[in-house]
């Protein structure tokens, strides 16, 4: 545990053991957002241990080492005052939160550099269910979809074409609906209007998570869906940890979470920077 302790207070020493650089150095390269994202809270930790004001400390301390470029430094320096903006946060100190993360707004860009940058990560998903419905339902006359967050239905549209074009068992009815209630605690079997003989395939995509914290709302909603016996049921939530009791501890988890998909995305869209942000656009 030492060891450990040691290495996150030395950020010089991160950078000269990351494998993500050729020969274990930290040249020009650019680095994995994991990466960047640890070695910028080793910094702060460093900071923090000698009380030096992140504003005026923080501001191009990453600059020189270890033959950093410029780019690479100011990725460094964004994720420092992201992190620290986050601890000031959580001690209330409301006002300099606000100072870093207008220095924030100033470094991140609107396009080219990933670690600058949320993206979309879900239309991948929407692929692989859209596909799974299909296989589940492929024998049905009539079929009933069910949406817990369709937004503007557009991801149906595949469904609905494969469905229109299906010469081995063609559909005679196809319905979807839009699930819409204040509280999915709410919801009652009847609201659904199935009927016995079509193939109901359920999409609840990132709703699970949000009642987690009231207790037997979760059996209640799983169980309506049991009664309703569906063909296929499409589950989607995020692999992260968000229960945590301090925001500190939320938003940290929920950083490296966005980390990796910046580096899952940055891997297949680097060089199509148009064709990224016109995917942000329409599906962000």
């Not at 000031?88 to 609107?110: F, G, H, M, P, T």
């Not at 929407?126 to 419905?133: C, G, M, P, T, Y």
């Amino acid at each position: 545990m030492w060891y450990k302790v040691e290495r996150l207070r030395n950020p010089q020493k991160l950078l000269e053991e990351s494998p993500d650089t050729p020969n274990n150095s930290c040249c020009s390269q650019a680095l994995l957002t994991d990466k960047i994202m640890k070695l910028a809270k080793a910094q702060l930790v460093q900071l923090n241990s000698k009380k030096a004001d992140v504003l005026s400390s923080g501001k191009g301390c990453f600059k020189g080492q270890c033959g950093v470029s410029s780019k690479v430094a100011q990725d460094l320096e964004l994720a420092l005052l992201v992190q620290a903006a986050a601890e000031k946060v959580e001690d209330e100190q409301l006002v300099y939160a606000r100072k870093l993360l207008n220095i924030c707004d100033v470094l991140a860009s609107k396009t080219c550099n990933f670690v600058q940058k949320e993206v979309p990560f879900c239309l991948e998903t929407q692929f692989i269910s859209s596909q799974s419905i299909l296989e589940a339902v492929t024998a049905a006359k009539k079929v009933h979809l069910m949406d817990f967050e369709i937004d503007n239905g557009s991801q149906w549209t595949l469904i609905m074409e494969a469905l229109a074009v299906s010469h081995e068992c063609p559909v005679e009815h196809l319905k979807i609906t839009d699930i819409v209630v204040s509280d999915l605690k709410d919801l009652k079997e009847e609201f659904y209007n199935s009927v016995a003989d079509e193939a109901v395939a359920i999409d609840l995509a990132y709703r699970l998570w949000s009642l987690l914290a009231w207790p037997n709302h979760l059996e209640a909603l799983m169980a309506v869906i049991k009664n309703l016996k569906p063909s296929f049921l499409v589950l989607k939530e995020v692999e992260v940890y968000a229960k945590a009791l301090t925001f500190l501890e939320r938003f940290n988890e929920k950083l490296l979470f966005i980390s990796g998909l910046i580096d899952s995305t940055n891997s297949c869209m680097e060089k199509h920077i148009l064709y990224r942000k016109l995917v942000e656009e329409v599906h962000w």
